[in-house]
């Protein structure tokens, strides 16, 4: 069955750094892209994603309010993708999710819409107190 497993989430100060973690699996490396989302206290899930990771050909996208804070990467052998999270900010505080694009590549992303996603995974709540 097709799965999506966040985890990594925890309690961190502001300015510190977390390295999520999503299992993939029964997703091929080539067809699906792997991104991730988040959805704050008391709010809707954001409509645009953060970041893109393909497992195929490395290919990694980011939207510019984590640019330069967040790396993705992936390791194929584990079927895992790993978002590094720095410099956190209170304002980051959310669960964070893990979605599967139907698309091979990330480099011709130019946003990364929600209504693109085919598969989800359960969140991991991320709290970065000031």
């Known amino acids: 069955d097709v799965q999506l497993q966040a985890s990594g989430g925890g309690l961190v100060q502001a300015g510190g750094s977390l390295r999520l973690s999503c299992e993939v699996s029964?997703?091929?490396?080539?067809?699906?892209?792997i991104n991730w989302f988040r959805q704050a206290p008391g709010k809707g899930r954001e409509r645009e994603g953060l970041s893109c990771i393909s497992r195929s050909d490395g290919s990694t996208y980011y939207i510019d309010s984590v640019k330069g804070r967040f790396t993705i990467s992936s390791d194929n052998a584990k079927n895992m993708v790993y978002p590094q999270m720095n410099n956190l900010q209170p304002e980051d505080t959310a669960v964070y999710y893990c979605a599967a694009d139907y698309w091979p590549v990330c480099s011709d992303y130019e946003s990364i819409p929600e209504s693109d996603m085919d598969y989800w995974g359960e969140g991991t709540l991320v709290t970065v107190s000031s």
């Open positions: 029964e997703l091929s490396f080539d067809e699906y892209v």
